[in-house]
């Protein structure tokens, strides 16, 4: 057992660099999401002249340039949305850009982040 544990005890230097290596590039990802895509994913189709969404679900529009167009009649790409995941899922903060680059280190919902 005191070898096991030793042998353990080594091991944990190692990890430690490879954890703060994979700290700095989700750190480096998160500060360049912040430049590229900040305040983007808060526009989605809403009724023109209300404040209801067209969709169910919705997700980020464009109104102009690249990006998803309202497909649907008497709709308009508005802010003032939340945002995709209640909020969660943007590049306005440090905080939540580290969490959406997770996400997709992670590959757990990665593709959904993509498609945003």
């Avoid at 526009?43 to 109104?63: M, Q, W």
């Avoid at 995941?85 to 919902?109: H, S």
């Amino acid at each position: 057992l005191h070898i096991v544990l030793n042998s353990i005890m080594k091991a944990m230097v190692p990890l430690l660099h490879i954890a703060l290596l994979v700290l700095f590039v989700i750190i480096i990802y998160a500060i360049i999401g912040l430049e590229l895509f900040i305040g983007r994913m808060h526009k989605t189709c809403f009724f023109v002249g209300s404040d209801l969404e067209s969709e169910e679900d919705p997700s980020p529009c464009a109104f102009s340039g690249h990006g998803r167009a309202c497909a649907q009649n008497n709709t308009e790409c508005r802010g003032r949305w939340e945002g995709p995941n209640g909020g969660i899922t943007n590049f306005d903060n440090f905080f939540f850009a580290m969490l959406t680059v997770f996400q997709c280190i992670t590959m757990e919902g990665w593709t959904d982040v993509l498609y945003w």
